[in-house]
């Protein structure tokens, strides 16, 4: 088997990953019932999702200048998509969101 043919194979297979999961954080935060839940959705998707897509494009890449650039877009997003869903949630609890109580309904 061509090594050229499993590179191309692992970054399809990481692109499709990451566009599910990107998918399944939007349908989250359309479906889930309260804003931290939304939010829980939202950004561990976008980190994940977009980590994935990163990873496979990393493995496309041909220049080392290129792959560079993935990589600080990488861990720029590492960095900020969690301080980014943790300073809404504080906001949120600054601004009276409540957490709903344990058996009640949410919707």
Known sequence: MNVSLLIDAASGALLLAGCAL????GVGLLR?????????????TD??????????LLLQVESWQGAV????????MMLTGPTAAHALAQAARRDGERLP???ESRR
């Open 22 to 25: 990107v998918v399944s954080g």
């Open 32 to 44: 889930f019932p309260d804003f931290y839940t939304r939010t829980h959705a939202g950004s561990l």
């Open 47 to 56: 980190t994940a999702g977009a980590s994935l897509l990163i990873l496979g």
């Open 69 to 76: 650039r993935l990589v600080l877009i990488l861990l720029f």
């Open 101 to 103: 109580a344990e058996g």
